[in-house]
Structures are given as C-alpha cells and as structure tokens.
C-alpha cells in the first residue's frame, strides 16, 4: 500500500523559509512532485523530482517560482523534499505531495501524470 506523508507546513512571516518534506512508502517512484492549491483556486504545480535513467534525476519548478523554491530527492530515504525561500502571502496554500510509479509521457506538471497523492500540509505565510 502507497502512502505519501507530507510534513514542515506551518505558519511564516513573508520573506521566511520553509521545508516539506514527503515521505513515501509502499514502492519506488518514477517522479516525484509538489503542487498546492490556495482557497478558491486550482491546483496548481509547483515543482518536480523526474527520473531520467539510471541513478539520473533532475528538478522542474513552475516558471514563476523558480529562484526561491527548490526541490531534491533522497531516494536512500524514499523522500522529496521542497525548501521554499522568500515566501510571500501568495504562497498560502495546501500543498500536497505526488508520486508517479507509471511512465507518463508529458511534463509531469499536471495533476493526471501523478499515481498517488499525500493528504496535503498547510502553509501560510503571513505579511
């Protein structure tokens, strides 16, 4: 059975810091993801973890958050990890964790190119 456990959601004041981490069990993932979604908005993608072949993984982030979030992987500890930097009030949202086990063919930055979802951390970053 596949679980993604998310956790480091919590409360910040803008321009603070913050790292989630998702811990999976259960299987071993293609890719890896994050996305999150604001009160009365979609979700939306926020950043990627993608395995390219063999021990190769490389990081996609959503082109606005580039800079100030970043993503690694450990797959020894089968977890994902997303520091986020310089946060802003427009950050506040559910952000959930997203594991791919089949080989989709796309982006990996939509919500269908994930297998399984964790059940979401709340970030809220205060002005």
């Known amino acids: 059975q596949v679980q993604l456990v998310e956790s480091g959601g919590g409360l910040v004041q803008a321009g603070g810091s913050l790292r989630l981490s998702c811990a999976a069990s259960?299987?071993?993932?293609?890719?890896m993801g994050w996305f999150r979604q604001a009160p009365g908005k979609e979700r939306e993608f926020v950043a990627a973890?993608?395995?390219?072949?063999?021990?190769?993984?490389?990081?996609d982030f959503a082109d606005s958050l580039k800079g100030r979030f970043t993503a690694s992987r450990d797959n020894a500890k089968n977890t994902l990890y997303l520091q986020m930097n310089s946060l802003k009030p427009e950050d506040t949202a559910v952000y959930y964790c997203?594991?791919?086990?089949?080989?989709?063919?796309?982006?990996?930055?939509?919500?269908?190119?994930?297998?399984?979802w964790g059940q979401g951390t709340q970030v809220t970053v205060s002005s």
């Open positions: 997203a594991a791919a086990r089949t080989f989709y063919s796309g982006t990996s930055r939509v919500a269908e190119e994930y297998d399984y």
């Open positions: 259960g299987g071993t993932f293609r890719n």
């Open positions: 973890v993608k395995w390219s072949g063999g021990t190769t993984y490389y990081a």
